[in-house]
Each structure stands twice: as C-alpha cells, then as structure tokens.
C-alpha cells in the first residue's frame, strides 16, 4: 500500500496534475473517513450523554 502510494507520488512529481488530483483525492478520503468516525463517536456517545443529563438532572 506504502509503496503504490509512493510511486503515485513520484508519477505525481512527473505529472503534476495527476499528481495533484492523487493528492486531492487522498486528502478528501482521508477528510471523509475522520468525519465519518466522528460521526460514529458522537452516534455512539449520544446515548450515553442524553443519560448522564437525565441522571444529572433527577439528583
């Protein structure tokens, strides 16, 4: 995975517009895959909060 990722970005330096799009891909994914867990975090941690506010609240 490494390695293909490096060559990408040797082509990349050879042709910069393919390069440029590789990276813009690559940056958007990784974007996509951070909003994505933070997504799950705050579904999963939803719950749990709404709880603590109610147990918070009845003491």
Do not use: N
């Amino acid at each position: 995975m490494v390695s293909g990722w490096l060559l990408r970005m040797c082509g990349g330096l050879l042709m910069p517009q393919t390069g440029l799009l590789f990276v813009l891909q690559w940056v958007a994914f990784k974007f996509a895959a951070t909003i994505r867990l933070s997504v799950v975090i705050m579904l999963f941690l939803r719950p749990w909060k709404s709880s603590v506010l109610i147990l918070g609240r009845s003491f």
